[in-house]
């Protein structure tokens, strides 16, 4: 079961989603349109040649540094509020039937997020690279296997970043667009210059938090799930909900809804930032 999670100090364009941009630390102020059609082109090709299931276990050689890593990662709970939109990300791991619902009413409604891969996860179940990407979404990377990162030491922390990053080189074609860590609960404050170095050795240049949080991990029921995330979202929101919950499933539809109603447009993270 996922546990609670992890402004604005600016983020690569989205042509970071092969990786590149990752180790970008420039402030991107300026709020460009971004086209879904050339983000589902992107992920899918990146999905095309990651096709081949892991069947070795996770290396345990020390993990390596970037080799573009950049001094520093940058902490990002939100994105501009001049443009009416919102980036929904979920932390991907748990049930393989409900992440298919999530997946469906995503691709009916024609709407593409930011999912946060546990790495463990999509090492166990490699097809789901490829069903996430084929629905335009983009990856990120939420840690191996989801501890509680802030008791990790700084080699922990980078050895768990490293084997999430290495399982979505391996079978997305790149690293992810960000990093969150695991086994915090407040997404609008920094985890700290100890988590955005360890972040950046590992090439990341961006850190993101979030600003709206429905608490979906708990089980409150669609009903809450709905109202917390409408009641707090607003342009330039990045949301935190969670693959695993039914309760997610199923207040989804209702949640994309209601933003329409508000007129906010659901986007990736890059696009929200580019």
Not at 7 to 18: D, E, I, K, N, V
Not at 46 to 65: D, I, K, L, Q
Not at 183 to 198: A, F, H, K, N, R
Request: proline residues 7%; aromatic residues 4%.
């Amino acid at each position: 079961m996922s546990q609670p999670e992890p402004s604005s100090r600016g983020l690569p364009r989205r042509t970071f989603l092969a990786g590149a941009l990752l180790a970008v630390g420039a402030v991107v102020s300026a709020c460009g349109e971004g086209g879904s059609g050339s983000e589902a082109a992107t992920t899918s090709r990146a999905a095309a040649s990651s096709t081949t299931a892991v069947t070795t276990p996770a290396s345990t050689t020390p993990p390596t540094v970037a080799s573009t890593a950049p001094a520093t990662a940058r902490f990002i709970a939100s994105g501009p509020s001049d443009q009416r939109r919102i980036a929904l990300t979920f932390h991907t791991n748990g049930d393989l039937d409900l992440a298919g619902e999530l997946l469906d009413v995503l691709a009916r409604r024609q709407v593409r997020m930011t999912s946060f891969i546990v790495g463990n996860w999509l090492e166990a179940n490699p097809d789901m690279a490829t069903r996430i990407a084929a629905g335009g979404h983009e990856f990120a990377n939420h840690t191996y296997t989801h501890p509680t990162f802030s008791q990790l030491s700084p080699d922990a922390m980078l050895a768990e970043i490293v084997q999430c990053r290495d399982v979505l080189t391996r079978l997305t074609g790149g690293p992810g667009v960000a990093f969150r860590p695991s086994g915090t609960d407040d997404g609008t404050t920094s985890p700290g210059e100890q988590v955005l170095d360890v972040a950046a050795q590992a090439g990341y240049g961006v850190v993101l938090g979030f600003d709206v949080d429905p608490l979906d991990y708990n089980d409150p029921g669609a009903d809450a799930v709905v109202q917390a995330t409408l009641a707090a979202a607003g342009p330039g929101s990045i949301v935190s909900l969670h693959f695993g919950h039914p309760g997610t499933v199923t207040a989804l539809p209702a949640i994309l809804d209601g933003l329409d109603a508000k007129a906010l447009q659901p986007v990736t993270v890059s696009t929200l930032l580019s």
